[in-house]
């Protein structure tokens, strides 16, 4: 393995640490935009909370509220806009995946002069690959995304309905204050949903990685396993503030690099699942769910001894050797149940999604991101066919 890592993000972990916000914020700058979802964050408390400590510490605020489970780039947009007139010199995210990725794309397009869009990228020739952002603050009240300690984002161009991600070092928070006890009053569907994407993140590198990596292997394994096991107690009891911690801290080393390093990994899974839910505008984990088992199963017809490594270590499947197909297949069928049994869909049926624009779903992936044959990255590479296929086998 030849790999470097690098993660400038500083993280300030444990319960109560939303009380750090104001002094943290006041090391960074001097105004700052707190980017909030839909409002459950002012229901809860959580808003009053962030907006005392940062009062307490002499920060001033403005607000952008309203941002979207699928954050919009007009949204976007108009958070910068907030920005630049109330000259905020930071920005907040409080929120989960959804703010935090709105934030970092509008700290970025504060100083940009074109269409924020260009850095999202789409399939344009000449993507803009932003240099330059506000420093960042993440405050995630879900576990899920992982976004509070990476440099990429998500957002959807709901006039052209597509859905895509940029990456650039300039989006590295600055700070990420993770406080596990603002997870608590997430409901059940929402926590399922968080678990579902917090093992997404992980298979999606486990599976369609170089292989020979044992230590990146037992570290995914180990927070797979820890997502799972914490992720039914939080289900079953949202107010569990041990098991609630135990998955936060699995959803940040799911996506902050660190299982990954030293691999080279595709995203087939999400990017099939962008496309789809540019469409119909469904919760992602909810796509997740639902592609992921049935990209499983087209997998592991060429890479089935990593499938019987995961069937054997997660579920303690016996199988007959590394090439038993039956035991690879049988590991899938177990996830699927988990999933399942924590309340997660599993089948397009269910999100009320039908087969009349699968085709449209397998080019509009392929438009967005291909390698150089034209297949859309992982292990193994998908054509046009193979993308269809799976989402037949998920109808």
């Known amino acids: 393995m030849k790999f470097e890592y690098q993660n400038p993000t500083r993280l300030v972990f444990g319960a109560g640490s939303l009380n750090q916000l104001g002094e943290i914020a006041g090391e960074l700058g001097k105004k700052a935009l707190i980017v909030t979802g839909g409002g459950s964050v002012k229901k809860n408390g959580t808003f009053d909370k962030a907006v005392s400590s940062l009062k307490a510490a002499g920060v001033a605020m403005a607000e952008c509220s309203g941002v979207e489970p699928n954050p919009r780039i007009a949204t976007v947009r108009r958070g910068a806009e907030i920005a630049r007139k109330e000259g905020c010199d930071i920005i907040i995210a409080l929120g989960g995946g959804s703010a935090m990725d709105a934030s970092k794309v509008m700290a970025a397009a504060v100083y940009y002069d074109g269409d924020p ?33 990476n440099c990429g984002a998500v957002i959807t161009n709901e006039e052209s309905s597509e859905k895509s991600f940029v990456q650039a070092p ?30 997404t993140h992980i298979t999606e590198g486990y599976f369609n990685s170089a292989d020979n990596a044992p230590v990146q292997d037992r570290f995914a394994e180990g927070a797979i396993l820890t997502a799972m096991e914490c992720g039914q107690k939080a ?8 098991a609630r911690t135990h998955v936060q801290y699995a959803s940040i080393v799911a996506l902050n690099g660190w299982i990954q390093s030293g691999i080279s990994a595709g995203f087939p899974v ?16 909810a796509g997740l769910a639902v592609i992921n088992p049935a990209w499983m199963r087209f997998a592991a017809k060429s890479n089935t001894a990593k499938f019987v490594q995961f069937g054997e270590r997660i579920f303690g499947v016996k199988a007959k050797g590394a090439d038993d197909l039956d035991a690879a297949m049988e590991g899938i069928d177990r996830f699927e149940e988990f999933l399942k049994s924590i309340g997660c869909p599993t089948r397009f ?3 009320g999604i ?17 390698d150089e044959d034209g297949n859309l990255p992982g292990l193994p590479p998908m054509s046009e066919a193979d993308i269809i296929g799976v989402l037949r086998a998920a109808l």
């Open 349 to 351: 049926s269910e999100l």
């Open 170 to 199: 300039c989006l590295f928070p600055s700070v990420a204050i993770v406080d596990p006890e603002l997870t608590v009053s997430v409901p059940k569907d929402q926590t399922a949903y968080g678990v579902c994407d917090i093992i």
């Open 235 to 242: 289900i079953a009891d949202g107010t569990d503030l041990d």
């Open 270 to 285: 999400h990017m099939i699942e962008h496309t789809v839910s540019a469409f119909h505008d469904v919760t992602h984990a």
């Open 354 to 370: 039908d087969e009349k624009l699968i085709e449209k779903y397998a080019q509009e992936t392929l438009r967005i991101i291909y």
């Open 117 to 149: 869009w260009d850095m999202i990228f789409h399939g344009q020739p000449d993507p803009y690959f932003p240099t330059k952002a506000l420093p960042i603050i993440t405050v995630p009240t879900l576990a899920a995304t992982g976004s509070e300690m």
